[in-house]
């Protein structure tokens, strides 16, 4: 009689290994897909034809953009034009920001039909910087969530030269507040804004979360052509709730006389130091700097007049350049 075969159990399967997330590709350049059309435009962004030109090409393509940019051009749009310009925004808003949406946040879209202001996060930032500082000469960028040291890290290593905003507060778009950085966020910032033209800084709260004059120094010693510094200064311990134990921020006047007397700082046009709390500093305390035509130290809530506080978006900062006054 054959014997029944022995059941045996199975091997036991080895434990896998969790699998690590991917790392975010970086962005291709968009100009190594794309005609020179985009790069010429960039190169004479006050010509709209040169943007005409490029949304042709676009539409030739398929791409939603061309349409709504040709659209948004025209000097006066039928109620038909309208229509199709409104639907187009409604419909398919991300695809309008092109390659660089999937790493923004939000972002709104200018007169001409092209993304003038949005915010990202920093890590979307080192992510997408290739995509992003493509998407508009004049792009008015809002940067927040540094509290990670790797991406933080990574970020040092870029230059956001072309980007012509760079910002960290609340003046570019609304829905998301400032992002302070400490001395030593700042420090390790700074090559990354060796070659920005206009930045904005976020210094509202405590010692613990926002720089010094000292870390401004650096940042001074650092750049290279900056002509628009805007510092919202706030400093929480002169508030009505101070929280116990936290350090109050330097006097307001300590940041004017960094900004007044750092090397790096006299290529500034123009300079937005104002507190929302505390007593303001004079225009005068920038006089030493050659090149600047415009310096703004009252307190923001007094004066009121820009969208956001202070100037964000680029044709609002050629008018502070310019020594105008928004309305």
């Not at 009505?240 to 090397?263: G, S, V």
Request: net charge positive; glycine share 6%; hydrophobic share 40%.
């Amino acid at each position: 009689m054959a014997k029944a075969p022995v059941k045996t159990k199975p091997p036991a399967a080895k434990p896998t290994a969790k699998a690590k997330p991917a790392k975010a590709k970086p962005a291709e350049n968009p100009t190594t897909k794309i005609d020179p059309l985009l790069a010429q435009y960039w190169a004479n962004p006050s010509d709209t034809e040169l943007l005409r030109v490029w949304a042709d090409a676009l539409s030739e393509r398929g791409d939603l953009r061309g349409e709504f940019i040709q659209l948004s051009l025209l000097a006066e749009r039928t109620p038909e034009q309208e229509q199709r310009r409104r639907a187009l925004d409604d419909k398919h808003h991300g695809k309008l920001a092109g390659p660089a949406r999937e790493f923004l946040r939000e972002f709104d879209l200018g007169p001409n039909g092209i993304v003038h202001a949005a915010r990202c996060e920093a890590d979307k930032l080192v992510a997408g910087l290739a995509a992003i500082e493509w998407i508009n000469p004049r792009l008015a960028l809002k940067v927040t969530s540094l509290k990670s040291k790797p991406v933080l890290d990574e970020l040092a290593k870029l230059s956001l030269e072309r980007i012509y905003h760079v910002s960290f507060q609340w003046n570019v778009i609304g829905s998301q507040g400032g992002s302070p950085m400490t001395d030593a966020q700042l420090i390790k910032l700074a090559p990354a804004f060796r070659r920005v033209r206009h930045l904005s800084l976020d210094c509202g709260g405590y010692l613990d979360n926002c720089f010094t004059p000292e870390g401004l120094r650096v940042l001074g010693n650092t750049v290279e052509q900056l002509e628009f510094l805007s510092i919202n200064y706030y400093n929480s311990a002169a508030g009505n709730y101070p929280a116990a134990k936290r350090r109050a921020l330097p006097p307001m006047q300590d940041y004017a006389h960094a900004i007044a007397t750092t090397p790096g700082f006299r290529t500034l046009k123009t300079v937005f130091l104002r507190a929302n709390n505390t007593g303001s500093v004079s225009p005068e305390a920038f006089a030493s700097l050659p090149s600047l035509v415009y310096a703004e130290t009252t307190p923001r809530l007094k004066t009121g007049g820009w969208p956001y506080g202070s100037p964000g978006l680029a044709d609002e900062i050629d008018a502070a350049k310019r020594g105008e006054r928004h309305a």
